[in-house]
């Protein structure tokens, strides 16, 4: 096969987030769970997203991971090649986000991309290289707090310097509002200068679409998943995809369906309460599970009782005072492994019963979920709320699933998500 823009995802989630973007641009997506097993045959895509889960591991591993996705999209034909983070920036003084851009950069012989994880659609700007979450600066948005990637500066300058051993650049907004033109003669100027990294300005997605046509001739770009947004345009003019491309549509996955919810994140309890309104539910309980209840065993016996009346909930989502009062007394890690390996369990018993459609909520948990149906790569489909497909299996059994970061979705997510399900 032969694909047109081969991506690098350094969160399973985010992955996701990317390819949506993709597909409604008009470019059939397939994301995989790391590079593809020997033998196994990729369906016909003009973009395809590898999945890593390296945002937090040691850059050394983080390096490798990204290398051997990198090898596998040159050999499947990848013309151009994105590398895709967070939009907050997610990352330490250590990496990954500048190790990884250099290692990519080096193993194709460059000297210059871009970095630009802004989302206005999220609320995600960059103005004279700060990056905004909303009205906030990053580092007074939350997300300095964040127990792995804590953001303490705001200036996307000082922490990729901080990351590379090359020297990192600006193009500011005033340059990007005046056009692609513009914005290259900016980029020749900055690699004139021997800069290898430049961060961009974007304030909207006409901002993103200027500095995706700027990026047409970069080899490799790296950014947040609005970066896409002005890729698929490049090839387009090329004539390398078609104008009218459908690239959303999924094969009918029929069968009973469930919910199943790890998240924490405010999004996510709300759409928990909203579909406990109207459907049944069942709650998992971290204490008890480390105390050795069998949890997985119930939880299952109810779903599948449940599941000729219609799609259950099974959540181990919790307000936070009793997300805190189980991680006081089992440790952060212990209580959140535990839960995804519950969830893991119970996804593993519902596809046995016949599941055929899942809406999973939470990073880590998805993971956890993919991994243990042994979910090698997805199709991506239709959008149900900004930033989230739903998704079909490659392989056997076919399953249709809907991952969900713990923040995206509106209140009715849920219930939205099983109304269209493919
Ligand atoms: P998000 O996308 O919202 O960050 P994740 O699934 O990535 O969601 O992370 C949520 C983490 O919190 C998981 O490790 C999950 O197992 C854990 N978790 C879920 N519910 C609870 C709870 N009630 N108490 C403690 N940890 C929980």
């Given at each position: 096969m032969t694909i047109l823009l081969g991506c690098i995802a350094d969160d399973y989630t985010g992955a996701t987030d990317l390819a949506n973007t993709l597909v409604r641009q008009g470019m059939r997506t397939v994301q995989l769970f790391g590079p593809p097993p020997p033998g196994m045959i990729v369906p016909e895509a003009e973009a395809v997203v590898v999945a890593?889960?390296?945002?937090?591991?040691p850059p050394a591993e983080a390096i490798a991971q990204s290398l051997a996705a990198l090898e596998w999209l040159q050999g499947a034909g990848a013309e151009q090649f994105f590398f895709k983070y967070c939009s907050t920036f997610?990352?330490?003084?250590?990496?990954n986000i500048g190790p990884v851009a250099e290692a990519l950069l080096d193993a194709l012989k460059q000297d210059f991309t871009i970095a630009c994880p802004a989302f206005p659609e999220n609320g995600r700007t960059i103005c004279y290289g700060y990056l905004f979450v909303g009205a906030q600066l990053l580092s007074e948005?939350?997300?300095?707090?964040?127990?792995?990637t804590p953001m303490t500066d705001s200036s996307l300058v000082r922490l990729l310097a901080a990351q590379t051993r090359h020297d990192v650049g600006l193009v500011d907004h005033r340059t990007v509002a005046a056009g692609p033109d513009q914005v290259k003669a900016a980029f020749a100027a900055l690699r004139a200068e021997g800069k290898y990294h430049a961060i961009v300005d974007a304030l909207n997605d006409g901002d993103l679409l200027t500095i995706g046509s700027a990026c047409a001739d970069l080899k490799l770009i790296t950014g947040g998943?609005?970066?896409?947004?002005?890729?698929p345009e490049n090839f387009r003019r090329a004539g390398?995809?078609?104008?009218?491309?459908?690239?959303?549509q999924l094969p009918a996955v029929p069968g009973p369906a469930a919910v199943l919810s790890g998240s924490c994140s405010q999004a996510t309890l709300a759409q928990v309460a909203r579909m406990g309104q109207s459907r049944p539910s069942f709650q998992l309980d971290a204490i008890k599970l480390a105390a050795g209840e069998d949890q997985v065993g119930a939880a299952l016996n109810w779903a599948i009782e449940q599941l000729p009346h219609g799609p259950p909930l099974i959540y181990a989502s919790a307000a936070p005072e009793d997300v805190r009062a189980a991680q006081d007394r089992l440790g952060r890690a212990q209580a959140g492994e535990l839960l995804e390996a519950a969830m893991a369990g119970i996804a593993k018993g519902l596809v046995a019963a016949g599941v055929r459609r899942l809406v999973v909520a939470g990073g880590e948990t998805s993971g956890a979920v993919v991994q243990v149906l042994g979910v090698t790569g997805i199709r991506i489909g239709p959008q149900?709320?900004?930033g989230v497909p739903w998704t079909t299996t490659l392989g056997q059994p076919e399953l249709a699933l809907a991952l969900k970061s713990g923040n995206f979705g509106a209140e009715d997510f849920f219930l939205k998500a099983l109304d269209c399900a493919p």
């Open positions: 890593l889960k390296s945002r937090t591991n997610d990352s330490t003084p250590q990496g948005s939350g997300m300095q707090d964040h127990p792995l998943s609005g970066m896409a947004l002005g890729l390398k995809l078609s104008l009218d491309a459908v690239a959303d149900i709320d900004p």
